[in-house]
């Protein structure tokens, strides 16, 4: 298979793991009902499936993002893969809640690697070119999967439990897993994408990467915008079937399906108008994230002005489809200025900083949920997403234009 076709086959291949990575983690939501009713959880007890998740994430994401550029990113994104379906396939048979948030805290440590490796490994196969609409097919992939990882939990919980469709989707992974295996292979570097050679020291590298503002900057917007993201995948389910009194599996699907179908069109859509603006300036990329995120803001408004079905679904839909299409710049715009051998170290640190604070916001919106009430908890979302936005405006003008000349000049071959 030729190179230019090859790299789509990767984008393929990774579209699917994709889709089980987020699939896996989010399907719980969609059966919290049921997880109560069998298991006896409270509702900090359900809360507790997102937050230990996220934490034992975060704690592993700086290592398996070091790995990802010491050893082949391909191989390491399949192993995370095989391991976290055997979790899934084991959550299925948990007696009791002990269990069950045991079986969560393997599953983030499992799951770490995959983000980082996948991430980097498409940077890798793809060039500034195509680099936005191949990270964000990618990104969709996420999303496609928790629409449908919560369509069947709530599909096979109405009709007979949780447990079966636990099992179903780690018996996927464990088959992807072995066509990722025998199939995905690494790339050399990207031609003019930073020096090569061997990678430094984990401490070495996150000193280099603290050095780099335009880097902090985006780990400030993962962390703020992640958390609101994590806030709504972990309890859009249960708002939909406390405050519409639908059925597990519409409750699952109407909790899924207009967070991520915003996502999937936004990620998608983005990518082509993030790579051509690029193309003239990569500047243009985190410009577009911060005007994308401002008009999406006000959406949030939406939750404590209304009640009515139809006006929450459009809400949540266009909120993330802006945000899905501002999104999709991030990553990119990491390849901007950070040379190859460090970019999924520097996603790896992106993602232990997000899950840690997002895993704690949702546990205060489970803890303030009898108080104040989850509609208010999502309206409240709206200033975290304004500050997102003039952080970026802000670093776009007087901090990213630095670190971008940075690496060109790094890039650029010594003069005799």
């Known amino acids: 298979m030729s190179p230019s076709r090859y790299k789509w086959y990767v984008m393929a291949l990774l579209f699917g793991a994709a889709a089980l990575n987020y699939g896996d983690r989010t399907a719980v939501t969609a059966v919290f009902p049921l997880l109560r009713r069998d298991l006896g959880m409270s509702d900090m007890a359900l809360a507790a499936t997102g937050t230990l998740f996220l934490w034992s994430y975060a704690v592993v994401s700086p290592l398996a993002g070091f790995l990802g550029d010491r050893v082949s990113r391909a191989r390491l994104l399949s192993f995370s893969l095989a391991a976290w379906s055997l979790v899934m396939l084991l959550s299925s048979l948990a007696a009791n809640a002990t269990q069950l948030l045991a079986l969560r805290v393997v599953l983030g440590v499992a799951e770490a690697a995959y983000i980082p490796a996948a991430t980097a490994l498409i940077a890798d196969h793809h060039g500034s070119d195509t680099r936005a609409k191949a990270i964000g097919i990618h990104l969709a992939g996420f999303s496609f999967g928790m629409v449908a990882g919560g369509w069947l939990a709530g599909y096979l919980g109405d009709l007979v439990g949780w ?97 991520q179908g915003g996502r999937i069109s936004g990620t998608v859509l983005g990518g082509l108008p993030s790579d051509r603006l690029a193309r003239r ?14 008009a999406a803001a006000p959406i949030l408004l939406t939750f404590q002005a209304t009640n009515s079905f139809v006006a929450v679904t459009a809400a949540i839909f266009f909120y993330n489809l802006l945000v899905g299409m501002g999104y999709v710049n991030a990553q990119p715009l990491l390849c901007e200025f950070l040379p190859v051998r460090v970019r999924s170290t520097a996603i790896g640190i992106m993602n232990m900083s997000s899950c840690i604070v997002g895993g704690a916001g949702v546990l205060l919106a489970g803890a303030l949920k009898s108080d104040v009430g989850l509609a208010r908890s999502f309206s409240s979302l709206t200033v975290v997403v304004v500050a997102v936005s003039l952080l970026l405006l802000f670093a776009c003008w007087r901090i990213l234009p630095r670190d971008l000349a940075k690496a060109a000049r790094a890039e650029s071959p010594p003069t005799a």
Do not use: Q
Not at 200 to 221: I, N, Y
């Open 281 to 294: 300036n990569p500047r243009h990329r985190m410009l577009l994230m911060a005007t994308l995120y401002l």
């Open 163 to 259: 447990r079966p469709s636990f099992a179903i989707l780690g018996a996927a992974g464990v088959g992807l897993s072995v066509l990722c295996l025998l199939t995905l292979g690494d790339a050399a570097p990207i031609p003019g994408a930073g020096p090569a050679g061997p990678a430094p020291s984990l401490w070495a590298t996150l000193r280099d990467l603290l050095r780099v503002p335009s880097f902090v900057v985006l780990t400030v917007e993962l962390v703020l915008s992640g958390t609101a993201n994590w806030v709504f995948i972990n309890w859009l389910p249960l708002f939909f079937k406390e405050t519409f009194s639908l059925s597990l599996a519409m409750a699952g699907l109407h909790g899924t399906l207009w967070i």
